[in-house]
């Protein structure tokens, strides 16, 4: 990313290709929604050849990733409650069609029930094996709270999996 | 640690985030206890649903508009636009002009103000001193006597009064009927002696003079431009016996002062 931001744009090439997949699937589990995910995935990679030169030395990840919750808030700010902070968002997943929901996991489904902040913390720390240091510069917080956060999410959703298996 | 249940170590326990001796710990009591061991199953059910979870590939629409968006990207890097350092340059340069132009503008109005102010100043300083001579010039022909000496005073506020100025002076200091304003008049001449006809004036008057006192200033006027002129008529009066021995006194000793 470091060349990225120098100028070499023909080097993002090879961040998108390595991550892109990664991204579009956190933004996938976020929210539901394949053609929207596509959006904010472009949008995340165009953020970042515009603000190139204000990435700081750190993990591009962490960097990609913050971009990416600026991105899903800014897209739900404006397309729902207008006023209401990230973690107070509506944003729940639409309920699957029907061709469709064989597709979809248990454990999707689990986490789908779970509030937008949880989520993203279980999705980001189990599904992307980000470590709490750098998932507390994701969300901004410190680690120990990240820590505490996840382990209670991941209660949450042990509890939500298991009613869901058992029906 | 045997009767506390470890539920909130499991998740670090499965990541081997523990060091060994919490770890053996854990341990420990999942021996014993059912309850943390049933947990333990579900955890490691559900974080394994996480490693199973299949990524999901997106369109390859995806990578063709991330292309797209790159080419655009470099190709407007590519353009000649200004480089980082200098693009402050423009802006920079713009306000400077402005300010220039403003400063500029400013300077041209003031100057272009002061010389037109400059002009009427001029002009009513002119206008003023027009007034002045009309009043001077009245006063000294006044009936009273000393109206005409403050007229004749007022020669102070002419630096460099006109002819007609000097003409009612010659008048007066010749033919006013006022020893006092006759005396007036010799002392404000005095200042324009310089000029030819305020000079034969002088000379003139110590001819025709018949008060002593009068003549006696105009003898010192006289001495005091070095007039050659007034040699002559002052020894002619010296002549004369009816002058009064002080004026003789006087001459006789300021003859020699001129040479």
């Avoid at chain 1, 969300?139 to 029906?167: C, D, N």
């Avoid at chain 2, 333990?40 to 990578?63: D, H, I």
């Avoid at chain 2, 010659?170 to 304003?181: C, Y």
Wanted: proline share 4%; hydrophobic share 40%.
């Amino acid at each position: 990313m470091k060349e990225v931001a120098g100028g070499n744009l023909e080097a993002l090439r090879f961040l998108f290709d390595r991550h892109h997949v990664y991204l579009y699937n956190f933004l996938y589990k976020m929210c539901g929604d394949e053609m929207l995910s596509e959006d904010l995935c472009q949008d995340v990679f165009y953020n970042i050849v515009r603000y190139r030169t204000s990435y700081k030395n750190g993990k591009f990840v962490s960097w990609m990733f913050t971009i990416a919750r600026n991105s899903l808030s800014s897209h739900f700010r404006q397309h729902r409650a207008k006023n209401a902070p990230l973690d107070e968002l509506p944003l729940q997943v639409e309920p699957p069609e029907n061709e469709t929901s064989e597709n979809i996991s248990q454990l999707q489904l689990a986490l789908n029930q779970l509030e937008t902040s949880d989520r993203e913390l279980l999705i980001l720390n189990r599904l992307h094996e980000i470590k709490y240091k750098e998932l507390s510069e994701i969300v901004g917080s410190t680690p120990g709270a990240i820590k505490t956060k996840v382990s209670r999410a991941l209660k949450k959703l042990r509890k939500i999996y298991f009613q869901t298996v058992q029906e | 640690m045997k009767n506390k249940h470890v539920i909130d170590l499991l998740p670090d326990y499965l990541d081997h985030l523990l060091d060994a001796k919490q770890h053996a710990e854990v341990r420990q009591h999942l021996e014993v206890c059912k309850e943390c061991t049933e947990h333990l199953k579900e955890l490691e059910l559900l974080l394994s649903a996480f490693r199973k979870e299949k990524m999901v590939r997106p369109g390859t629409t995806l990578k063709t508009r991330f292309d797209h968006m790159l080419e655009e990207e470099i190709k407007r890097n590519n353009k000649p636009v200004y480089p980082l350092n200098t693009r402050w340059l423009l802006p920079v340069l713009k306000i400077a002009a402005g300010i220039v132009i403003l400063i500029g503008s400013f300077a041209l109005g003031a100057y272009y103000q002061n010389i037109k102010s400059g002009n009427t100043i001029a002009r009513l300083k002119e206008t003023g001193q027009q007034y002045k001579q009309t009043a001077m010039l009245s006063l000294i022909e006044s009936e009273s006597a000393s109206k005409r000496i403050q007229g004749i005073g007022y020669i102070e506020e002419f630096p460099d009064p006109d002819k007609k100025i000097t003409t009612a002076l010659i008048k007066r200091m010749e033919s006013d009927p006022n020893t006092n304003v006759r005396l007036a008049a010799v002392h404000a001449l005095e200042k324009f002696a310089r000029s030819e006809a305020v000079k034969n004036a002088f000379v003139k008057a110590l001819e025709n003079e018949t008060d002593p006192g009068v003549q006696i200033a105009v003898i010192h006027a006289l001495v005091r431009i070095q007039e050659k002129k007034a040699v002559e008529p002052m020894q002619r009066i010296l002549k004369q016996e009816s002058t009064p021995p002080y004026v003789k006194k006087q001459i006789k000793a300021l003859i020699p002062a001129i040479t």
